[in-house]
């Protein structure tokens, strides 16, 4: 079988939240000499941003978008040991603290984040809601991290996005981390304002932003 | 060549060129075609929506005649709350009615969720008696259904939210079904409570919030009190474009809740006796003013085409094309205002 | 912003006629509809709704209410006695009015 037809297969089992199928592809593939690594990337991975892409539309629920981040995150975590077993070098994933600002309590679109961006074998650190500046830099300090995600709802609640630059470079840790941020007020405008590395308006952006953050 | 200035979506300036105001409105007009599987604007349409958006004038209003009526959320929060003027409620209604010149008005309270508001009933239900002495304009009482507050550790029910991400999804489904009695019985209590003390009429808002639960609950509630006090006025207000699928099974009459956008919204709300529907379309803080109002006036004009009842336009901060801001320019309010109308003949804001 | 809303697209409350039509939408009436039934029961043409020359000396004839509260002019509760009697609608504190003063 070809490698477009299983990249096809790993689509359609990610679209469909099946599990068993998504396995099955993966293992014909290896067995077949595919590079898992490029099934992962041109097959699952595109199976779940037309997954988040679909749930922004209505058209996908959430259980069935956390049904297919799990599908995800088991087969990413098979081609992690398929690599390490041949030994490559592989491509760096790296740690985020991923967090609601202070003041602010809506957490549904940053664990929709979290979800998926954990199917891209990178480790989330998300430490909830209402988190303040100076908890969330301990925490990055505390996991060695390499990128801080932010979410704000509250246009009241921005200005803690902004605070989180100031509060980096004042410390002298700014160039340390990697900063992306979100939420319905924030725009890429803003993200250049305050002088952060990323913004994201939504969560299939926010997969793209991070591994490209990461590969900088 | 010379640039028009418009407003992003954040409020803030924007100098575009007319060939770019008219893509901003070809693309957001097809965005919502797309999504919500409805006709896009005419060429006519556009041509009109282009007029408004690059009309020299700083405020534009509607023709003469073309006037609708104003109903609101969060009624009595916006003076004495969130404006910080030292008012009470009562004085805050007055002032909107005399000072003001508003068709309608909301008595709420600071906390705006129907469960919050079942202990101190008796104070609400005794500030709508003396507010309803003193008026003339129709006083609404209203909250949000708010299901995140049945959750633990504020409520009896397990947290979806957290049940999702875990993978837990029969338990997270159950725990929403859970919720959605205890929302019905809690604002069927409160409702009626402060029908039977006068209330003009009940204004469910930010409905969906926390998903196709919230829908459920508040549809069943306005069931129930539409068959109790059929003469009352039900208005809801919806918290999205769509219906998210918290739950992602739930029905209401057997048609899915999750998915829905405001034309079939309209239907499922008509089915449940609501008297207005508000379509609340969120604005996008990074596009420009011409491609949300392209967007937000598409989706009104299939929603008000296939409604029965009054079809009103969320136009607060950040929704129905107003900049998400909040202090938004009157330039950009004044033109969404005339586009909603105009264009997608909606029946109020 | 609601004064944006209110001078740009708004009927003007009790300025004009918008109490009265937002109390035919609040019966399912849709926005052409509503300002048809209130003109018709005030007897004058839909244009005058959300003009307030006319509507003031409309409001003044009827004693149904107008923003400045002058002696022996219509106000409150008083009012809504003279709109459900005119747009021939019942109104829910008016009724209840009644029944606690024993009317």
Redesign the interface.
């Known amino acids: 079988m070809s490698k477009e037809t299983y990249i096809k297969e790993a689509i359609e089992s990610i679209i469909e939240y099946n599990e068993g199928k998504a396995l099955d592809v993966m293992n014909r593939a290896v067995a077949d000499g595919c590079d898992p690594v490029e099934i992962l990337s041109e097959g699952f991975s595109a199976g779940i941003r037309e997954v988040g892409d679909l749930f922004g539309k209505g058209r996908v629920f959430l259980p069935e978008l956390m049904l297919a981040a799990e599908v995800m995150q088991k087969i990413s975590s098979i081609v992690d040991k398929e690599v390490a077993a041949k030994g490559d070098a592989t491509e760096k994933k790296g740690t985020m603290i991923l967090a609601t600002v202070q003041g602010d309590v809506h957490d549904i679109g940053k664990g929709i984040v979290a979800s998926l961006i954990k199917t891209q074998g990178i480790e989330i650190v998300d430490l909830g809601r209402d988190v303040s500046v100076d908890d969330i830099i301990a925490a990055a300090e505390k996991y060695d991290a390499d990128i801080i995600g932010t979410s704000a709802l509250l246009t009241t609640t921005l200005g803690e996005q902004k605070k989180l630059e100031e509060i980096l470079r004042e410390k002298g840790l700014r160039d340390k981390y990697k900063t992306i941020l979100g939420g319905a007020p924030a725009t890429q405008r803003w993200a250049d304002r305050i002088g952060a590395d990323a913004y994201a308006e939504d969560a299939a952006e926010g997969v793209n932003k991070v591994l490209a953050l990461l590969a900088k | 060549m010379d640039k028009i200035l418009t407003r992003y979506g954040d409020n803030y300036i924007a100098e575009l060129t007319p060939e770019e105001i008219r893509a901003d409105i070809e693309d957001g007009t097809a965005d919502a075609a797309d999504r919500a599987q409805i006709p896009p604007l005419s060429k006519d349409e556009m041509d009109y929506l282009y007029e408004i958006i690059t009309c020299p004038q700083k405020?534009?209003?509607?023709v003469?005649?073309?006037?609708?009526?104003?109903?609101?959320d969060a009624g009595t929060l916006?003076l004495s709350v969130r404006n910080g003027i030292p008012l009470d409620r009562l004085q805050a209604i007055l002032t909107?009615?005399?000072?003001?010149?508003?068709?309608?008005i909301e008595l709420c309270h600071v906390d705006y969720s129907y469960k919050p508001i079942k202990p101190i009933i008796s104070e609400e239900r005794q500030a709508m008696?003396q507010a309803?002495?003193?008026?003339?304009?129709?006083?609404l009482y209203g909250a949000m259904p708010n299901m995140g507050l049945y959750t633990k550790p504020d409520g009896p029910c397990e947290n979806w939210a957290e049940l999702l991400p875990a993978g837990k999804i029969p338990e997270a489904r159950a725990a929403q079904e859970e919720a959605i009695e205890h929302a019905i019985r809690d604002i069927v209590f409160v409702a009626s409570g402060m029908?039977?003390?006068?209330?003009?009429?009940i204004n469910f808002d930010t409905v969906g919030a926390s998903g196709d639960a919230d829908v459920k609950a508040s549809l069943e509630a306005v069931r129930i009190l539409k068959a109790k006090y059929p003469?009352?006025?039900f208005?809801v207000g919806m918290a999205g474009e769509f219906n998210l699928g918290m739950h992602g099974q739930l029905a209401f009459d057997d048609e899915i809740i999750a998915g829905l956008y405001p034309h079939q919204q309209v239907k499922m709300a008509e089915r449940a006796g609501v008297?207005?529907f508000g379509m609340a379309i969120n604005t996008n803080s990074s596009m420009s003013l011409a491609w949300n109002l392209a967007r937000v006036v598409t989706f009104a004009k299939a929603t008000v085409a296939v409604?029965?009842?009054?079809v009103h336009a969320n136009?607060?901060?950040g929704v129905g094309g107003?900049p998400l801001s909040i202090i938004?320019s009157?330039d950009a309010?004044?033109r969404v205002?005339?586009a909603l109308?105009e264009i997608g003949g909606v029946?109020?804001? | 912003?609601?004064?944006?809303?209110?001078?740009?697209?708004?009927?003007?409350?009790?300025?004009?006629a918008?109490?009265l039509?937002?109390?035919m939408?609040?019966?399912?009436?849709?926005?052409n509809d509503?300002k048809k039934y209130v003109a018709e029961k005030l007897h004058c043409p839909?244009?005058y709704?959300?003009d307030c020359a006319e509507m003031k000396d409309l409001r003044e004839d009827l004693n149904?209410?107008t923003?400045q509260?002058r002696p022996n002019a219509?106000?409150?509760?008083q009012?809504?006695f003279r709109?459900a009697e005119i747009l021939d609608?019942?109104?829910?504190?008016v009724e209840?009015?009644k029944k606690e003063a024993g009317i």
């Open positions: 405020i534009v209003s509607v003469p005649g073309k006037e609708v009526v104003v109903s609101f916006k909107q009615e005399r000072a003001l010149a508003s068709d309608s008696e309803q002495l003193l008026t003339t304009l129709p006083v029908i039977e003390s006068g209330a003009d009429g003469t009352t006025g208005e008297s207005i409604a029965e009842i009054p136009v607060g901060m107003v938004p009157a309010v004044s205002d005339k109308i029946d109020g804001l | 912003m609601a004064v944006t809303h209110e001078s740009c697209a708004g009927m003007g409350g009790i300025r004009g918008g109490d039509v937002f109390r939408e609040l019966q399912g009436y849709k926005i509503a839909v244009s709704l959300a149904i209410g923003t509260v219509g106000i409150g509760m009012t809504k709109i609608i019942p109104i829910n504190s209840k009015f």
